[in-house]
Each structure stands twice: as structure tokens, then as C-alpha cells.
């Protein structure tokens, strides 16, 4: 149901989510050959019909999604094959739609991994040993259907075609934009600058730009461009580079990026 890649400093890791559970791929480290070991396979719990949500965080974990809410945390060694499953997450009531982990500098007392959920729910957790959940946002009746995180702001897109941004540290709201007509499919974020992509059903890709104000603190939207991809619902959207000078989307049904 998902793929992705997960950068940590030892590993670079394909973790692969589908019906039957998790499984960690090797990658290629360094651009110099696969790691040293086999695939791992873990299967779900029994409670769960699927995997979905994926992200590195906290130098060491792998964390995914589950359909019953619970969001599975993986140890992963810097080197050898015991990858165990050291926590298991569970705050959520819906099941989870969307990982993210902290991919600029957050301020201090900010959460560093954001889930998400059918229902909307965002719950706002600190990494470490343990995982500490500093907060939860009550979900508005809309599916938040992709979330990011980049210097403590948390931007999610929902299912009514809105953005929301919020403080990672405090859970308060600061802006929100009806960025599209119908339901956003994905959110991507470039750590270099701080745009933000988004891509929804309407067949619009709108690019925006996050920052703080530097006399408020506040924090801020700006819109940047938008992308008409005719007669096509569009589902996927990344940058192509960490700085967001290029991006790329495909749609549904869509044999073309």
C-alpha cells in the first residue's frame, strides 16, 4: 500500500507497507552498494487489516502506521539485522493516514513526529528511548489525509481541500487556507527553503511558501504558483530536490509522471 524511503545515519532503508505487514529492505548507503544484510518482515497485529504511514525519526527508528490507530516504532541497529519492534503508539482511535518527522531544526520543547489519522486527529509526539506524546489535535470531521514538519510548524492537508498549520510545541492553530476545491492527496515539503507542495483531486498543484515572521514569531503562508493538470486527479506530488526548485506529479489512473 506504500513504499518509502528512510534515510538514517547508518542505513538507508525501502520499507514497504501492505495487507500482510512491514518489510525493510536494504538500500544503497554512501553510493557505494547495498547493506550488508536480508530483508526483514514483520507481520501486523492481529487487531490491524493494514499498514499505511511511514517515517525515520529520532536517528534510530522507523515508525508505521497501522488501520487500528496503533503506530508500530522499529529499533533499527546501525549495523546487524535485529530490527525489533521497541514500542507500539496508541492514541489514535481511526486509523493512521500519515507520518512525518521533523525535517528542519524545531524550536525547543516542539514535538519531533507528527501521526495523523481518518478522522483528522493529529496526535504530536518527542522521540527518544521513549516516545512522548506532547500533545493531541481533535480532528474537525474532515480526514487529514497527508501531513509534514519542518521547524516546528505542522502543515496538513484534509479531505475538504484545507491546509492547517499548526505549532508543534503548543498544538495552536496559526493559519488556515482553502487551498483546494476538493480532497488533497499529498503534502511535500523541501527542508532547504520551506515550500510547500500540495496536490489534490481538482487537478491543482499549488506551491507555498512557510516561514516565520521575524518581528512576530508568527507563522506564516505565502502562495507561490499552481499547476493545472487538465482533466487528471491528481494523487501524487514531491519535489525533486531538497531546495524545491522542481517538482513532479502523476493522477489517478495515470500511467505518466
Do not use: M
Request: proline content about 5%.
Amino acid at each position: 500500500s506504500q513504499a518509502a524511503w528512510c534515510e538514517l545515519p547508518s542505513r538507508v532503508l525501502l520499507v514497504l507497507t501492505s495487507q500482510r505487514g512491514v518489510q525493510v529492505r536494504p538500500g544503497v548507503l554512501g553510493g557505494v552498494g547495498p547493506c550488508p544484510w536480508v530483508t526483514q518482515t514483520r507481520s501486523l497485529p492481529a487487531h490491524s487489516v493494514f499498514a499505511r504511514g511511514i517515517a525515520a525519526a529520532g536517528g534510530r527508528f522507523i515508525c508505521v502506521g497501522t488501520s487500528s490507530g496503533a503506530v508500530l516504532v522499529f529499533d533499527i541497529p546501525p549495523r546487524g539485522t535485529n530490527v525489533t519492534l521497541s514500542e507500539i503508539l496508541e492514541q489514535h482511535q481511526d486509523p493512521i493516514t500519515d507520518i512525518a518527522a521533523e525535517q528542519g531544526q524545531a524550536p525547543d520543547g516542539a514535538g519531533d513526529l507528527v501521526t495523523a489519522d481518518d478522522s483528522g486527529t493529529l496526535c504530536l509526539w518527542s522521540t527518544g528511548e521513549e516516545f512522548t506524546l506532547l500533545g493531541k489535535i481533535p480532528g474537525s470531521g474532515s480526514t487529514c489525509s497527508s501531513v509534514t514538519l519542518w521547524n516546528g510548524i505542522v502543515a496538513a492537508g484534509y479531505g475538504n481541500g484545507q491546509i492547517r498549520l499548526w505549532e508543534a510545541g503548543s498544538g495552536r492553530i496559526r493559519a488556515q487556507v482553502s487551498a483546494h476545491a476538493r480532497w488533497i492527496y499529498a503534502l511535500d515539503l523541501a527542508p532547504l527553503t520551506g515550500k510547500l507542495l500540495s496536490g489534490a483531486e481538482d487537478s491543482f498543484v499549488h506551491v507555498w511558501q512557510l516561514g516565520r515572521n521575524p518581528d512576530t514569531d508568527d507563522i506564516e503562508i505565502q502562495h507561490c504558483h499552481a499547476e493545472c493538470v487538465t482533466d487528471t486527479q491528481v494523487c501524487g506530488a514531491r519535489f525533486c530536490d531538497p531546495a524545491g526548485d522542481t517538482f513532479a506529479v502523476t493522477g489517478y489512473d495515470l500511467s505518466e509522471i
